[in-house]
């Protein structure tokens, strides 16, 4: 296992107290495959990026747990040796393709910092050399002329091209893309997806896809998991998750894609409420306001993450292994 | 659905000057909307889609008199408004209203939600004053909040229910024709099945009309009853939903539908990916606009002029593939003048 996160407990202190937005939260990511975390906004998916990648802001901190990168924990490391690993073993590329670039610098030497930062040993000609083809990878046109181009002359698509290519040129084990394709138009879109899948064949390394987009998800993952209020609710294999969602939440999230099948008139499906508020959790599960299947004990208990079948699924209909009717 | 027709639109366009020259005569035009024609019925929902930069949503603001169209005609019920003085063209705003994309920007956080719907009533006189404070109640239950959170400030609501109370501002003055410039491509998912519900339930009690602007075909697809398809200023396609999700003849839509990502990943299919960006709309290629990118381009391409062709009842599409289909429309205008 590449990356293994062990109990990760993230907390931001806001005025009113406390939020807990990554609660306990255990995962792994295997050598090659990308695996897909899907969630709302306040699920805390790009939390647990942050968290690994160490820029969560000022009012927040990793409160326990252990990442473990290769068996060694990444929260012990200190700030230089975190550097040395960021953007060299484990890279990044944002949401927004507009702000992540500094507009005052050309492309060219935003790419040429990472790669300098990483190898000292290199010159520039050598690194600019390095740049161009790492451009021409991505799939950016006459890759020598728009080296010079500052971000600003560049459309949307293009400039997460840029993104992939920077995160890209030091070959990383890890890429964490956070919504990568999210600010893009659909035909764009298509195009990054099919880009992140060949580089994954291309440099061998694994993805760690962070999207709200179960569409995204089904193209490109290999394995899901499901985040809900800082939690896992659900997490499977992307096949078995799509054939047989089996928490109320995924199924919910699936049924209420408008699909372009879909013939009748009848009203979309819907979860009814809302996500509620951090500071003022439910005390059962997370879900049960929203729940169509809600039961008395889950507005009491909290359940646990267990193995069903080949999924996990944390939810009472699950309790003895298999679905209460 | 009536066959009366509540909005024609003809020929418009919509013209930014990007640079002029010493005399103050514009020596760079950006083309946002080209000589675009549709017409929406009464009690229909027309679906307008298109990538980011098409022109979809200039369309919505010179229907609601946010911008001014550089030519062409808007005619709401047999009145030309392009035509109308300023003076006139206000008492129309009245029944053209508009539902934005971004719910935490259109919102005024100094002013309550109760303030904000009520507004719109007062300024047009729709009611007496010790009537608005009901009204308003009424308003916020149609949209599915409670009449008691009249008195919140919009930051204390989620995405979803500030597109609620956008809604409710828009019905406020009892519109017949409502533009909805991409309403829910800023919420998450599930709400976004919410807020699409509620409009279509809100169509059919209040017998509205929806221009329906999105980028994306499939969020389009559940509210639609006609969809037309925009690529860098023209108009590429029209067809009533069924046929054009089944049956998308001109290659842009056909790509667009080919882009939306399956939802089984068993069936992870091969997409035509487009090459390419969306070229500048200051400089547009010749012909047909999306030849730069199109995937069954041909000679004569670059020259042939984006017409909308009736290619079976109904179903318009501007592609040299489908040149022979009959005369254009441009054509048609000819024969009858």
């Known amino acids: 296992m590449l990356l293994e996160v062990k109990n990760l407990t993230t907390e931001f202190k806001v005025k009113n107290g406390t939020v807990r937005a990554v609660n306990n939260l255990s995962f792994g990511v295997n050598e090659g495959e990308i695996l897909a975390i899907v969630g709302e906004s306040g699920s805390g998916k790009s939390v647990t990026s942050l968290s690994i990648m160490g820029l969560l802001s000022d009012n927040g901190k990793v ?23 960021k953007g060299d073993k484990i890279s990044m590329i944002f949401q927004e393709p507009m702000t992540s670039l500094n507009p005052v610098y050309r492309v060219k030497d935003q790419i040429m910092e990472s790669i300098l930062t990483h190898n000292p040993k290199m010159d520039k000609k050598e690194a600019l050399k390095h740049t161009v083809d790492m451009l021409r990878t991505v799939g950016i046109p006459s890759p020598e002329e728009r080296a010079e181009d500052y971000p600003h002359q560049m459309s949307g698509g293009m400039r997460q091209r840029v993104m992939i290519a ?25 195009q990054i997806l099919e880009l992140l899948y060949e580089m994954r064949e291309k440099f061998k390394m694994s993805v760690m896809l ?35 969602p089996m928490h109320p939440y995924t199924l919910g999230l699936l049924k209420s894609i408008p699909r372009l099948e879909d013939e009748s008139t009848d009203p979309l499906y819907m979860i009814r409420g809302m996500v509620p508020n951090p500071l003022h959790m439910p005390q059962g599960c997370p879900f049960s306001d929203r729940c169509d299947r809600c039961m008395d004990i889950c507005r009491k208990k909290k359940p646990e993450l267990r193995p069903v079948g080949d999924h996990l699924v944390r939810c009472f209909l699950y309790e003895n292994g298999e679905e209460t009717k | 659905m009536s066959e009366e027709v509540l909005l024609d639109v003809q020929h418009l366009k919509k013209y930014f000057v990007v640079e002029k020259n010493f005399f103050g005569q514009p020596t760079s035009l950006l083309k946002a909307v080209d000589d675009v024609s549709f017409q929406i019925k009464k009690g229909e929902a027309f679906g307008l889609v298109g990538e980011s930069g098409c022109g979809k949503s200039t369309i919505g603001k010179m229907i609601v008199d946010l911008y001014t169209p550089t030519d062409g005609k808007i005619i709401f019920n047999g009145t030309d408004l392009s035509a109308l003085s300023k003076k006139d063209r206000r008492k129309y705003c009245k029944d053209i209203q508009l539902i934005f994309q971004d719910p935490y920007a259109s919102l005024n956080p100094r002013m309550t939600i109760g303030d904000i719907i009520a507004e719109p009533i007062l300024t047009n006189h729709l009611r007496p004053k010790n009537e608005v404070e009901k009204r308003v109640e009424e308003l916020l239950n149609c949209v599915g909040l409670s009449g008691s959170y009249r008195n919140r400030y919009p930051y204390e609501f989620s995405g979803g229910q500030r597109q ?33 519900n509620l409009l279509d339930d809100l169509k059919e009690e209040f017998n509205l009309t929806y221009l329906f602007i999105a980028h994306g075909l499939n969020v389009v697809k559940h509210i639609s009853d006609r969809v037309g398809v925009m690529y860098l200023g023209k108009l590429m396609e029209i067809a009533p939903k069924g046929e054009l999700y089944h049956n998308p003849l001109n290659p842009y839509t056909q790509a667009l539908l080919s882009a939306i990502p399956s939802v089984d990943p068993n069936n992870r299919k091969k997409r035509i990916v487009l090459e390419g960006d969306v070229p500048s709309p200051i400089d547009p290629p010749a012909g047909c606009r999306f030849c730069s990118r199109c995937f069954k381009r041909m000679d004569g391409c670059e020259s042939f002029d984006s017409i909308l062709r009736e290619v079976s009842p109904n179903h318009h599409v501007a592609c040299k593939l489908y040149e022979q289909a009959g005369p254009g429309e441009a054509e048609h205008d000819k024969k009858e003048a």
Do not use: N, W
């Open chain 2, 164 to 196: 609620r109370v956008g809604i409710a501002r828009a019905l406020a003055v009892e519109p017949k024709l409502i533009v909805c410039d991409e309403p829910v491509s800023a919420l998450d998912v599930s709400i976004q099945a919410q807020v699409l």
């Open chain 1, 166 to 190: 920077m995160a890209l040129s030091c070959q990383p084990d890890l890429l964490i893309a956070d919504e990568p394709t999210t600010a893009l138009d659909v035909t764009i879109q298509a």
């Open chain 1, 210 to 244: 962070i999207t709200h987009d179960l569409g995204v998800v089904a193209e490109a993952a290999d394995r899901v998991v499901v985040m809900y209020c800082g939690e896992i609710v659900e997490s499977a294999d992307v096949k078995a998750l799509f054939e047989k």
């Open chain 1, 63 to 85: 409160a326990s747990g252990e990442i473990l990168y290769r068996g060694e924990d990444l929260l012990k490391k200190s700030e230089d040796e975190m550097r040395a690993i």
